[in-house]
Nanobody, 122 residues
Framework: QVQLVGSGGGLVQHGGSLRLSCAAS????????MGWFRQAPGMDREFVAA???????YYADSVKGRFTISRDNAKNTVYLQMNSLKVGDTAVYYC????????????????WGQGTQVTVSS
């Protein structure tokens, strides 16, 4: 069982930066694939980024070069550094965990954080 608590969202201007954090409980955090997803009003939940247990990273094309996912296994925490934010990045951001290989489909993930709102103003 893994419990996830996301934080770090807020209001930022176009071009600004935010760093999201997701703290996990459980002693097996280091073995999990961790992902970030987002959902804007009226839209489906979409993949943003993921990091494997070994540190390999994967990104959606829409955020590649702007967002960076990382993990600190000693702190049981995964991060999403978001730079050059755009109005289109506005959404609720969720962290998620799964055993096994990285996957971009949200329904492959077993555990979810509560979501944190990111709003980018023009």
């Amino acid at each position: 069982q893994v419990q996830l608590v996301g934080s770090g969202g807020g209001l930022v201007q176009h071009g600004g930066s935010l760093r999201l954090s997701c703290a996990a409980s459980g002693r097996t955090f280091s073995s999990y694939t961790m992902g970030w997803f987002r959902q804007a009003p009226g839209m489906d939940r979409e993949f943003v980024a993921a990091i494997s247990w070994s540190g390999s990273t994967y990104y959606a094309d829409s955020v590649k070069g702007r967002f960076t996912i990382s993990r600190d296994n000693a702190k049981n925490t995964v991060y999403l550094q978001m730079n050059s934010l755009k109005v289109g990045d506005t959404a609720v951001y969720y962290c998620a965990a799964k055993a096994g290989v990285v996957h971009s489909a949200w329904d492959e993930y077993d555990y979810w954080g509560q979501g944190t709102q990111v709003t980018v103003s023009s």
